[in-house]
């Protein structure tokens, strides 16, 4: 039986890396650590990430057509998640263990688009688009071991990492088109 069931390709195949990880680092002592990432934003993001497109579309049209935004996410910024992978890599206790890179903290897809929509001032049209079927509602992680022995938690909050990814992505489009 399974202790765990991915429900798609991607989670499969990082369940069995993970897996495969940690059967190197018992039966072969390999110094292995494992972090797991949730859902990293920030400048220079590709553009067919939820974020960058909301603030592409917003600015390039006006108004953004989404689901409703039920869906419950742990949004990292960039620099936070360099600094735990950084921490992983130089923290001797984390040899062995699997961490969780994140926030910690829940947020719904339709809180992070009003505060792209209140920052920029475009139109959302929440419930325009469907669901992807199988999508995840929720998906937030536990930090705890990361604060525990790396040391580590995000120091930026998640209306000032949208605050630098907004600016970047607005200066990147200026620069762009000149």
Known sequence: KLLCSPGSPYSFATFASTNFLQMLHISENWPISIARIFWTY??????????????TQGVKYGSVNTTH???IRDFCFIEDVIEGLVKI?????????????????????????QIISNKIGFKVNYGALLQKK???????????????????????????????????????????SH
């Not at 220079?44 to 990430?49: H, I, P």
């Open 89 to 113: 890599i130089i923290c001797d206790k984390a040899v062995g263990r699997i961490f969780n890179i994140a926030s910690g903290k829940p947020a719904t897809v339709k809180n992070i688009i």
């Open 134 to 176: 199988g999508e995840s509602k929720y998906q937030v992680a536990d930090i705890t071991l990361s604060k525990k022995i790396l040391k580590w938690q995000p120091k930026t909050s998640l209306e000032e990492g949208l605050t630098k990814t907004i600016k970047s992505f607005i200066i990147w489009n200026i620069m762009k």
């Open 42 to 55: 920030g400048p220079g993001q590709s553009v067919n990430r939820l974020i960058p497109n909301i603030i």
């Open 69 to 71: 935004g039920s869906q």
